[in-house]
């Protein structure tokens, strides 16, 4: 197993274990800076978009006021207008 799969999987199993970092790291015979690095890296990671979706990263100097449609794959449409990409974005990412 890929060592960033197997302390990833860890660290969720931390956060529903209600365990503290360092009860955690004892009962799995890890490091707790080791620990540390890890959650560091699991919190900056990009989040996975979910299939049928694209990752905006909307210039912050072009702001387009106009009306979008997006049409989920689960059949949801929302439509709106009179906003920029920024706040389509955020919209997106919801």
Not at 11 to 26: A, N, P, Q, R, T
């Amino acid at each position: 197993m890929d060592k960033q799969v197997y302390m990833y999987e860890l660290i969720e199993k931390w956060e529903v274990s209600g365990l503290s970092k360092k009860d955690f790291c004892h009962h799995h015979g890890i490091t707790r800076s080791n620990f540390y690095y890890w959650i560091k890296k699991w919190k900056n990671r990009k989040p996975e978009a979910p299939d049928g979706f694209v990752d905006i990263t909307p210039d912050k100097a072009a702001i387009f006021h106009s009306q979008y449609r997006l049409r989920y794959p689960n059949g949801v449409q929302l439509e709106v207008s009179g906003i920029g990409l920024n706040q389509l974005a955020a919209l997106v990412n919801l």
